[in-house]
């Protein structure tokens, strides 16, 4: 009967986290997966989401369904996070959010809603992006295309190259642009550089279409949503999915949201019910637990405060990690210039390592990136830094 299904050849990221998993290697370090860890290399749990955990257990009933679109308090909560309280396009009904299944979910309702409404539009993704990406937007039969993007020869960005692919691009095309610490390079556009941008999305009357899942591992919580407020501000229609996976660290509660700004409050209106049908026939209505989880965070001015905190926390240890890195190959290797550690942002970084450094890097030292020499710098800790340091070193030659 299944003889003709072809065998699920797996997704390289996971499948090398698998393979993390089973090396015997006791000092064998996991750079390859994007998630957070602290500096004792543990996934944490954040003391605000705790606390508003045990707020919203405590306060927990019935398991009502929650409607298509997701809780009234969480979306809410995301629109003011997202765009500031009381924003003009927020007074004016512009903005039609729903809670997601993680932001991937926000993705592929995105993805599904734009092959429905705008079935002629390819999309165009940064050269390189998250794998996953192409997954979805295909896996929604839409096309896909790249822009330049990442300057492999300075690990800096193409921008002017950028630009020129996206004023050839069809009108109506769909612009994937990660809003802060692009996934999985760490190049991000400056803030002039968005305001440059800003021009070509309109005369081209492109969609964009934001990917925000790492806000806070940039500049700051508020810096990192300047891109969507720009656009928002500029007047422009768009879609932003947002996650709080790492934000919050609540990956497997699978927390997110699409917003989806538009030009009047009527239009907003049938964008918002044609987004519930859309989630109405995939999977019905969100889970319940991890938005109320968010909704707590950010409605509570003490647990608010609490979070930025933690998030600050995040990221600074993020950039001492960078620094050390960078400190050490910079005085093994002295002639090479590592400076792009430093200017990177986030979560990743592209190490410039070739997928043959990689391979030796795992089958030499234990330490484990992607073949494309994506490091998750956030996998790094006062523990293992020096070794993976010098592991890089003996491998660049
Ligand atoms: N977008 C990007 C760029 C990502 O890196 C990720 C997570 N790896 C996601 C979206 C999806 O995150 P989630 O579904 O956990 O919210």
């Not at 921008?159 to 020129?164: G, S, V």
Request: glycine content about 10%; hydrophobic content about 40%.
């Amino acid at each position: 009967m299944f003889q003709h299904v072809e065998p699920y050849p797996g997704d390289p990221i996971l499948s090398l986290n698998e393979a993390f998993q089973k090396d015997p290697r006791p000092q064998r370090i996991n750079l390859s997966i994007g998630i957070y860890f602290d500096d004792a290399g543990r996934i944490p749990m954040l003391p605000s989401v705790r606390e508003a955990e045990r707020r919203v257990v405590e306060a927990a009933g019935a398991r009502p369904y929650l409607p298509m679109e997701g809780a009234a308090n969480m979306r809410s909560a995301v629109q003011d996070l997202l765009f500031g309280a009381g924003h003009p396009a927020l007074a004016a009904g512009r903005v039609a959010t729903i809670q997601s299944v993680g932001s991937s979910g926000g993705l592929k309702v995105g993805a599904d809603f734009i092959k429905r409404w705008f079935p002629d539009s390819a999309v165009y993704l940064s050269d390189p992006t998250w794998d996953n990406h192409r997954a979805v937007f295909e896996g929604a039969f839409l096309e896909c295309r790249s822009y330049p993007y990442y300057d492999a020869t300075t690990g800096g960005l193409r921008f002017d190259a950028m630009c020129e692919a996206l004023r050839a691009a069809p009108e109506r095309s769909v612009v994937l642009l990660h809003a802060c610490c692009h996934n999985p390079t760490g190049v991000d556009l400056t803030p002039a550089q968005w305001r440059e941008l800003v021009p070509v999305l309109r005369e081209r009357r492109l969609i964009p279409f934001l990917d925000l899942a790492y806000q806070g591992y940039g500049d700051g919580i508020e810096e990192d949503a300047q891109a969507v407020r720009l656009l928002a501000d500029e007047g422009l229609g768009f879609f932003v999915a947002n996650s709080f996976s790492k934000s919050m660290s609540l990956y497997g509660e699978r927390c997110g949201a699409l917003s989806v700004v538009c030009p009047d409050a009527a239009q907003a209106e049938r964008v918002l019910g044609q987004l519930k049908f859309t989630i109405r026939r995939n999977y019905s209505n969100p889970p319940l637990h991890g938005g109320q989880l968010v909704a707590r965070v950010l409605g509570d001015a003490d647990l608010r405060a609490m979070w930025q905190a933690e998030v600050d926390g995040m990221r600074q240890r993020i950039q001492a990690m960078r620094q050390a890195l960078h400190a050490v190959l910079s005085a093994k290797r002295p002639g090479r210039d590592f400076g792009y550690f430093l200017t990177q942002r986030g979560m990743f970084s592209y190490t410039g390592l070739s997928p043959a450094q990689v391979d030796r890097l795992k089958d030499e030292f234990g330490v484990y990136l992607v073949r494309s020499g994506r490091m998750c710098v956030a996998g790094l800790n006062t523990g293992n830094v020096e070794a993976t340091a010098n592991a890089m070193a003996a491998v660049l030659g």
